[in-house]
């Protein structure tokens, strides 16, 4: 099976947190993360494309670029289109490992490790 | 130097009007006549696009077409942002007009088909345009500008339409045969 069919079923979906909408809201499923990582979205790139977390962190994807994005995995989670300025979030609860990639543009990718 | 390595893969493509800029109009472009020719650059990839919505009939051509209304339109709302901060009008020239020439003589060609034939020819000629377009940013359009905040402009965009070649590409290959 997959990582990404294993954590279909475990992981704690998150997101779709577009601007707007508190930590708060999100938190108060029962969430406890431990940390808060920031990806930032310019010039047509993640940065980092490749990010290292822990289960419970809470990774942040801010658009700084003068296009619309998204940050989105084929079935976790998806920011939605976030215009200048708007962020989304996930957390992550079990272990493994997903590719994601701007909608808007296919080949914009990245990469979450939960170990 | 770069534009002149690529130009005969950009002469394939026909692209005539980032051709001639690339070559006879490189050290002449002052920082307003840049401008324009970016708009331009923009407005043509815009209206070509506008007429793939109408026409294509992939779902990613679409897509594809859309965000390209989206990208290039961005950019142009930056560009009349920063000619307004300037307090610069951009300038009217042969590079600006050359484009318009070769956009209108792309269109002809592309506009007659209809099904997957649009689909591939739209394709092919946005694969074209932005590698014409990324050469004479390369080449011609940062190499020429002069003020800072423009020249970062055009910095700033070059990844842009490296990815809209990218994404071109990628859609060139899943359509199949590309003639």
């Given at each position: 099976m997959s990582n990404d069919g294993?954590?279909?079923?475990?992981?704690?979906?998150?997101?779709?947190l577009a601007t707007g909408l508190s930590?708060?809201?999100?938190?108060?499923?029962?969430?406890?993360?431990?940390?808060?990582?920031?990806?930032e979205i310019r010039g047509m790139a993640f940065h980092p494309a490749d990010l290292t977390i822990a289960p419970g962190d809470t990774v942040v994807w801010v658009n700084r670029d003068i296009f619309p994005h998204s940050a989105t995995h084929k079935s976790l989670w998806d920011t939605g289109t976030l215009t200048t300025g708007d962020s989304?979030?996930?957390i992550a609860q079990s272990r493994g490992e997903a590719t994601y990639a701007c909608t808007l543009h296919p080949t914009m990718t990245g990469k979450l490790l939960v170990k | 130097m770069r534009h002149f390595v690529?130009?005969?893969?950009?002469?394939?493509?026909?692209?005539?009007?980032l051709i001639q800029a690339q070559q006879t109009a490189q050290p002449d472009l002052s920082d307003p006549q840049v401008a324009h020719v970016a708009v331009t650059?923009?407005?043509?990839?815009?209206?070509?696009?506008?007429?793939?919505?109408?026409?294509?009939?992939?779902?990613?051509?679409k897509k594809f077409?859309?965000?390209?209304?989206?990208?290039?339109?961005?950019?142009n709302q930056q560009a009349s942002a920063l000619a307004a901060k300037l307090g610069v009008t951009p300038a009217d020239n042969a590079v600006s007009q050359s484009l318009l020439k070769g956009a209108s003589e792309a269109r002809a060609a592309i506009e007659p088909k209809s099904g997957a034939a649009f689909d591939r020819a739209y394709i092919d000629r946005e694969v074209g345009y932005h590698q014409a377009v990324l050469d004479?940013?390369?080449?011609?359009?940062?190499?020429?500008t002069s003020n800072a905040d423009l020249k970062k402009l055009l910095v700033d965009?070059?990844?842009?339409?490296?990815?809209?070649?990218?994404?071109?590409?990628?859609?060139?290959?899943?359509?199949?045969?590309?003639?």
């Amino acid at each position: 099976m997959s990582n990404d069919g294993r954590w279909a079923r475990q992981v704690l979906v998150a997101s779709l947190l577009a601007t707007g909408l508190s930590a708060a809201t999100f938190l108060s499923a029962g969430t406890d993360p431990k940390h808060r990582y920031e990806i930032e979205i310019r010039g047509m790139a993640f940065h980092p494309a490749d990010l290292t977390i822990a289960p419970g962190d809470t990774v942040v994807w801010v658009n700084r670029d003068i296009f619309p994005h998204s940050a989105t995995h084929k079935s976790l989670w998806d920011t939605g289109t976030l215009t200048t300025g708007d962020s989304g979030r996930f957390i992550a609860q079990s272990r493994g490992e997903a590719t994601y990639a701007c909608t808007l543009h296919p080949t914009m990718t990245g990469k979450l490790l939960v170990k | 130097m770069r534009h002149f390595v690529t130009l005969p893969l950009l002469l394939t493509l026909a692209v005539p009007g980032l051709i001639q800029a690339q070559q006879t109009a490189q050290p002449d472009l002052s920082d307003p006549q840049v401008a324009h020719v970016a708009v331009t650059a923009n407005n043509i990839d815009i209206d070509l696009a506008k007429l793939a919505l109408t026409k294509a009939t992939n779902l990613e051509v679409k897509k594809f077409a859309s965000t390209m209304i989206t990208d290039h339109t961005a950019v142009n709302q930056q560009a009349s942002a920063l000619a307004a901060k300037l307090g610069v009008t951009p300038a009217d020239n042969a590079v600006s007009q050359s484009l318009l020439k070769g956009a209108s003589e792309a269109r002809a060609a592309i506009e007659p088909k209809s099904g997957a034939a649009f689909d591939r020819a739209y394709i092919d000629r946005e694969v074209g345009y932005h590698q014409a377009v990324l050469d004479a940013l390369d080449g011609l359009l940062i190499p020429t500008t002069s003020n800072a905040d423009l020249k970062k402009l055009l910095v700033d965009v070059r990844p842009a339409i490296a990815a809209h070649l990218a994404h071109a590409r990628q859609i060139q290959g899943s359509l199949g045969g590309t003639r």
